[in-house]
């Protein structure tokens, strides 16, 4: 089972060789099987790739990220035969009803707010009552908008009042990058089941490539959020993103067994694409650690 994550931060030629990728920097060369990597990320733009290796990464669905000159993710390799039956798991996909998406995008926002009320009962008993009475409130397809009244309490509870949420500040930078990773972890498992991110159960914005994968990382945003609470002192530099990439091998429980968080995701996304229509077989990831 593949459980690395690369993380290439400075001028670097990344080529193929032998089920090896080959990582030659300074005119030293490491070495690093494919069967051992989940994940690279490409934290430079002084990095030339080979396009074999591209071809390689694409055969053994190994996810490659790419940061700008900021140090921002920006984009990703997403293979087109991630699996062999894709078109019929697409026309399943374009199929599904709109009521069968808005009961399960019900659970999925109970679920979310669940995990903000109990990582605020982590830190600070204040509004955890007033989020749990919000998780009762939420009506098919979200109509009365809990997840939004939900997400002010929250984000004012865990950073103060004065917290807006994509301000251009060190908390919100680190959210950022936190929820990008979980967006391209998430992007190879809805691609590695054959559907298209494109085409979402509640999102739909005809700008967003992944809206699939947006409702499904919603619960799992909490992570990000805990570990930036604990950190908002920090200066978001390359020490600090290596941390944030390391979550997804942190352990945390699901189904009352546990796993490190990247298969707890493969699974999560699983379930809930086979739930579409059968939403009793809904299973959330309740955010509890260890």
């Given at each position: ?115 903000q009320a109990l990582l ?109 609470y604990y950190n908002q ?58």
């Amino acid at each position: 089972m593949s459980f690395r994550t690369v993380v290439v931060t400075k001028q670097s030629k990344l080529s193929y060789k032998n089920r090896f990728l080959v990582v030659k920097q300074e005119g030293e060369e490491k070495y690093i099987h494919l069967s051992e990597i989940d994940t690279i990320i490409v934290d430079s733009i002084s990095v030339s790739i080979s396009a074999y290796l591209l071809k390689e990464l694409s055969d053994n669905k190994i996810n490659i990220m790419f940061c700008d000159e900021k140090h921002n993710p920006f984009g990703e390799l997403s293979s087109y035969y991630s699996r062999h039956n894709s078109s019929k798991k697409i026309k399943i996909q374009i199929q599904w009803k709109q009521k069968e998406k808005d009961e399960i995008w019900k659970e999925i926002v109970k679920n979310k707010i669940m995990n903000q009320a109990l990582l605020i009962n982590k830190i600070s008993s204040e509004n955890y009552d007033l989020l749990l009475s919000y998780i009762d409130e939420v009506l098919i397809g979200d109509k009365s908008n809990r997840e939004g009244h939900a997400a002010k309490v929250y984000f004012n509870t865990l950073f103060g009042k004065n917290f807006v949420r994509n301000n251009d500040d060190s908390i919100n930078a680190a959210l950022n990058y936190g929820y990008a990773i979980l967006l391209s972890t998430i992007n190879k498992e809805v691609v590695a089941n054959g559907f298209l991110t494109q085409l979402g159960i509640h999102h739909k914005n005809e700008f967003n490539e992944f809206n699939l994968t947006c409702d499904l990382m919603e619960p799992f945003r909490v992570v990000i959020d805990n570990f930036v609470y604990y950190n908002q002192k920090r200066e978001l530099n390359t020490e600090y993103k290596l941390d944030i990439v390391n979550i997804l091998n942190d352990t945390f429980k699901y189904q009352n067994k546990s796993y490190i968080l990247k298969d707890i995701i493969k699974m999560y996304v699983k379930n809930v694409l086979d739930s579409v229509g059968n939403v009793e077989n809904y299973k959330g990831f309740i955010y509890y650690e260890g």
